[in-house]
């Protein structure tokens, strides 16, 4: 069984630029989440989705956007992005969310903002 | 919100030496993982154990859940053991989101 597929592995951008990430969930797995790590704050959460849905989001500014498409996977958006995003984005896949389930992640992607 | 809380921060210790971290969980939770980072960043899987005890070849864990606290223990640990143990809970009353704690780095010399 595939693990979690988050593409590119890593990314060097601008600033004021915009970037995608992706991620594909376990086979059957239906909510995916996602979250950001750096030095400074360490893991936290961005957003998680169920069956296209939103359920929830964390403390982020609008800048910060995701999406889910009818096959599970996801993708997460950055906008104007800024050197403080440069960070190791984390997705995570279960089969209804974490709420009593375990988590699986992918390998990230690092991001690098300059 | 709830804190989750590691320690020690940092264990330096020798090849075949065990060794305990420790996760302290200000709240009641419906899941807790522990997780080994790697080097390369990926977060690996060791134990889903909001309660009770588990066992996987060197590593156990035992979750009180109501005294709200985690241990994972390594035994005759390896160079490979060599990484960051993250602690992570998803709070009840929560949302689908999973709370993490600081990590322990943990280094295993030869």
């Known amino acids: 069984k595939a693990g979690v597929t988050q593409t590119p592995r890593y990314l060097i951008k601008t600033r004021g630029q915009q970037v995608t990430l992706s991620c594909s969930p376990i086979?059957?797995?239906?909510?995916v989440s996602w979250y950001q790590q750096t030095p400074g704050q360490g893991l936290q959460f961005l957003f998680e989705?169920?069956?296209?849905?939103?359920?929830n989001k964390g403390n982020f500014p609008g800048r910060f956007s995701g999406r889910q498409f009818s096959n599970s996977r996801s993708e997460m958006n950055v906008s104007t992005l800024e050197l403080g995003d440069s960070a190791l984005y984390l997705c995570?896949?279960?089969?209804?969310?974490?709420?009593?389930?375990?988590?699986?992640f992918g390998q990230g992607t690092r991001l690098t903002v300059v | 919100g709830i804190q989750v809380e590691q320690s020690p921060p940092d264990l330096i210790l020798q090849e075949g030496a065990n060794s305990t971290l420790r996760c302290n969980f200000s709240?009641?939770?419906?899941?807790l993982q522990w997780f080994h980072q790697n080097p390369w960043g990926q977060l690996i899987n060791l134990f889903y154990?909001?309660?009770?005890?588990k066992q996987n070849g060197r590593l156990s864990a035992t979750t009180v859940a109501t005294e709200r606290y985690s241990l994972l223990y390594i035994s005759s640990s390896q160079t490979t053991d060599s990484g960051v143990y993250f602690c992570?809970?998803?709070?009840?009353?929560?949302?689908?989101?999973?709370?993490w704690g600081a990590g322990t780095k943990l280094i295993i010399k030869p």
């Open positions: 086979s059957g797995h239906r909510s």
């Open positions: 995570a896949s279960s089969p209804t969310g974490t709420l009593n389930t375990e988590a699986f």
């Open positions: 992570a809970v998803e709070p009840m009353g929560s949302n689908y989101q999973l709370i």
């Open positions: 709240d009641s939770v419906n899941n």
């Open positions: 154990i909001p309660s009770g005890t």
């Open positions: 989705y169920f069956s296209e849905t939103q359920r």
